[in-house]
């Protein structure tokens, strides 16, 4: 059995070691390393965020058409690969679409 006084909450119990930036237990965590320089302040913006998922699906938009070229140019005919690139080319550009006008509206 434990002695009074000694137990995980008690008084006399050693503390934890403290966690580098942090100033007590109610402070939340750092976002970043302690000292760095930089805040992107522009994550912040939910416009921006939506801009950057816009480019995102452009960017697989341009991925799935890229391959969805080479898939029609192939020289081997009975190997027409797995992916179906033609829908994800146009669910990609829907996406992208769809983020961009959220972007002018937000």
Not at 10 to 22: D, E, I
Not at 44 to 54: E, G
Not at 63 to 91: E, F, I, S
């Given at each position: 059995?434990?002695?009074?006084?000694?137990?995980?909450?008690?008084?006399?119990?050693?503390?934890?070691?403290?966690?580098?930036?942090?100033?007590?237990?109610?402070?939340?965590?750092?976002?970043s390393l302690p000292g760095a320089k930089h805040?992107?302040?522009?994550?912040?913006?939910?416009?921006?965020?939506?801009?950057?998922?816009?480019?995102?699906?452009?960017?697989?938009?341009?991925?799935?058409?890229?391959?969805?070229?080479?898939?029609?140019?192939?020289?081997?005919?009975?190997?027409?690969?797995?992916?179906?690139?033609?829908?994800?080319?146009?669910?990609?550009?829907?996406?992208?679409?769809?983020?961009?006008?959220?972007?002018?509206?937000?």
């Amino acid at each position: 059995m434990a002695e009074p006084g000694r137990g995980r909450n008690s008084p006399g119990a050693a503390s934890p070691r403290p966690v580098a930036g942090m100033t007590n237990d109610s402070d939340p965590p750092p976002l970043s390393l302690p000292g760095a320089k930089h805040h992107f302040a522009a994550m912040d913006d939910p416009s921006t965020l939506v801009w950057l998922a816009a480019a995102a699906f452009a960017a697989l938009a341009a991925l799935a058409g890229w391959a969805d070229h080479r898939r029609a140019n192939r020289r081997d005919v009975d190997k027409p690969g797995w992916v179906p690139w033609q829908p994800l080319l146009v669910l990609a550009m829907m996406a992208c679409v769809v983020c961009a006008a959220l972007g002018i509206l937000v």
